[in-house]
T-cell receptor
């Protein structure tokens, strides 16, 4: 079945540092999604990527849809304490089977 | 979590008991999903429904059944609960709005099976 490999599993960074995480897939998706989850809450969609090569920003967040359609990365610039949480990538075949498959998440910790 | 509601928020079951988790969305989304989240495992897809009247198995469907009652509601049933089904369950929905996706998760149901 489809698998998403997300790395790193966790990150410990200093406030103000930039963060980078990525996802690779064993198969092709036509859409990549990036989410953030805070404790006790459901994931919240941050960025959606719709075509290969697309680079999209949302404030301090930037995500790219890989050319091969099998990978994506998320960057967070100038991290702040409220960036703490778990970040998930997900792949979707919209308007085909509409199945959304998630990576295992990257847990971001920010050191004081 | 705007627009997707889940009930109950918490539930404790004994092994062998049955229950139904309810999910509803009021955004007229076509596609709805049920996930379970376990520590270190991320979110795993149990079942999904691409449209009213259709349901499909996800990654971990065993031990579960679903029902897409109408466009708004998508329920998840555990016929005979097992301790391995202790987890946090999330419902989600998504809609393609002219090439831009509108997607929300519910607040989750925390289920413990003893």
């Amino acid at each position: 079945g489809q698998q998403l490999n997300q790395s790193p599993q966790s990150m410990f960074i200093q406030e103000g540092e930039d963060v980078s995480m990525n996802c690779t897939s064993s198969s092709i998706f036509n859409t990549w999604l990036w989410y953030k989850q805070e404790p006790g809450e459901g994931p919240v969609l941050l960025i959606a990527l719709y075509k290969a090569g697309e680079l999209t920003s949302n404030g301090r967040l930037t995500a790219q849809f890989g050319i091969t359609r099998k990978d994506s990365f998320l960057n967070i610039s100038a991290s702040i304490p409220s960036d703490v949480g778990i970040y998930f990538c997900a792949g979707l075949h919209m308007n085909r089977d509409d199945k959304i498959i998630f990576g295992k998440g990257t847990r971001l910790h920010i050191l004081p | 979590n705007a627009g997707v509601t889940q009930t109950p928020k918490f539930q404790v079951l004994k092994t062998g008991q049955s229950m139904t988790l309810q999910c509803a969305q009021d955004m007229n989304h076509n596609s709805m999903y049920w996930y379970r989240q376990d520590p270190g495992m991320g979110l795993r897809l149990i079942y999904y429904s691409a449209s009213e009247g259709t349901t499909d198995k996800g990654e971990v469907p065993n031990g579960y059944n679903v029902s897409r009652l109408n466009k708004r509601e998508f329920s998840l049933r555990l016929e005979s609960a097992a301790p391995s089904q202790t987890s946090v369950y999330f419902c989600a929905s998504i809609q393609d709005r002219g090439g831009l996706y509108e997607q929300y998760f519910g607040p989750g149901t925390r289920l413990t099976v003893t």
